[in-house]
C-alpha cells in the first residue's frame, strides 16, 4: 500500500526557516519525480517544488530562491529545507508523485508563518 508521511512543520515567525520531511513506501519514491504541494485554507493544491529520480529541480516562482527540494534514495525520503518564510506560506504541506500524484495523499503538516 502506497503511503506517504509528511512531517516537520510548525510555527515560524517571518523570515524564519523549516525543513520538512517525507518518508514515502518504496514502491512509489524508487524511480519517481517526487513533489511538494501546498494547500492554504479556502484554496486549491498547488504544487510549489519538483525533483525528478534523477535529480533535476523546479520550483514556482513563488517559491524560487527560498525553498530548496530534495530527496535520499536509500532512505525513501524527500526533503523540503523552506528559508526566509513569508505568510503566504502558510499552508499545509504534502508530498506526492510527480507529474501525476497518486490517489493516496498523507496528512501533511501544517506550516504557519506568522508573528
Known amino acids: 500500500q502506497v503511503q506517504l508521511v509528511e512531517s516537520g512543520g510548525g510555527l515560524v515567525q517571518p523570515g524564519g526557516s523549516l525543513r520538512l520531511s517525507c518518508v514515502a513506501s518504496?514502491?512509489?519514491?524508487?524511480?519517481?519525480?517526487m513533489g511538494w504541494y501546498r494547500q492554504a485554507a479556502g484554496s486549491q493544491r498547488e504544487l510549489v517544488a519538483t525533483?525528478?529520480?534523477?535529480?533535476?529541480?523546479n520550483y514556482a516562482l513563488s517559491v524560487k530562491d527560498r525553498f530548496t527540494i530534495s530527496r535520499d534514495n536509500t532512505q525513501n525520503t524527500l526533503y523540503l529545507q523552506m528559508t526566509d518564510l513569508k505568510p503566504d506560506d502558510t499552508a499545509v504541506y504534502f508530498c506526492n508523485t510527480v507529474p501525476r500524484p497518486t490517489g493516496n495523499w498523507g496528512q501533511g503538516t501544517q506550516v504557519t508563518v506568522s508573528s
Open positions: 525533483i525528478s529520480a534523477g535529480g533535476s529541480v
Open positions: 518504496r514502491s512509489i519514491f524508487g524511480g519517481s519525480g
